[in-house]
T-cell receptor, first 113, second 112 residues
């Protein structure tokens, strides 16, 4: 069964304390892996798409990386405004899950000043 | 600007009442989705539609109904058969492109 697991469920950081969020996945074949940011009471917003192992994408203090089994979202020198829930989703090859995205439960990040 | 509009932002439902949540998109996307989000449970798929006049049940379709009469619109009805409807509801659309789903801003439904 196609599955996405995110860890940790919650992460508390001090401002400037770098860390990583993990997204591990089991799919028959990966078409794409997506990262989203969700603020409380709002819909998720797109951050990155990764397609193949070794690929990296960066945006401001965020960098997403991909291996054959997992993806990491690295946060460098985070600021309080980076506090949000980060969601990972995968699309499987071959029509798995009817081609729809499979979401993890998210990691809630809190950055204290 | 293109996007997805969900309305209302807050909705209150009395016991035994049906309510309809609106979702409209002007992105010309074929696929549309409804998700329910509860604390600690992540996104759970209720219904999805990949083309006009066709839709499929997701993982938690019981107590919900949808229609897709127009490409732009995918309303969700929460029926009285849904025993625990209090949740945050998200609508999304997708053109199967590289940016994944585009989400609306959500509707928070509360049973009173």
């Amino acid at each position: 069964e196609d599955q996405v697991t995110q860890s940790p469920e919650a992460l508390r950081l001090q401002e400037g304390e770098s860390s990583s969020l993990n997204c591990s996945y089991t799919v028959s074949g990966l078409r794409g892996l997506f990262w989203y940011r969700q603020d409380p009471g709002k819909g998720p917003e797109f951050l990155f798409t990764l397609y193949s192992a070794g690929e990296e994408k960066e945006k401001e203090r965020l960098k997403a990386t991909l291996t054959k089994k997992e993806s990491f979202l690295h946060i460098t020198a985070p600021k309080p405004e980076d506090s949000a829930t980060y969601l990972c989703a995968v699309q499987a090859l071959g029509g798995g899950s009817q081609g729809n995205l499979i979401f993890g439960k998210g990691t809630k990040l809190s950055v204290k000043p | 600007d293109g996007g997805i509009t969900q309305s209302p932002k807050y909705l209150f439902r009395k016991e035994g009442q049906n309510v309809t949540l609106s979702c409209e998109q002007n992105l010309n996307h074929d696929a549309m989705y409804w998700y329910r989000q509860d604390p600690g449970q992540g996104l759970r798929l209720i219904y999805y539609s990949q083309i006009v006049n066709d839709f499929q049940k997701g993982d938690i379709a019981e107590g919900y109904s949808v229609s897709r009469e127009k490409k732009e619109s995918f309303p969700l009805t929460v029926t009285s058969a849904q025993k625990n409807p209090t949740a945050f509801y998200l609508c999304a659309s997708w053109d199967r492109g590289p940016y994944g789903y585009t989400f609306g801003s959500g509707t928070r439904l509360t049973v009173v």
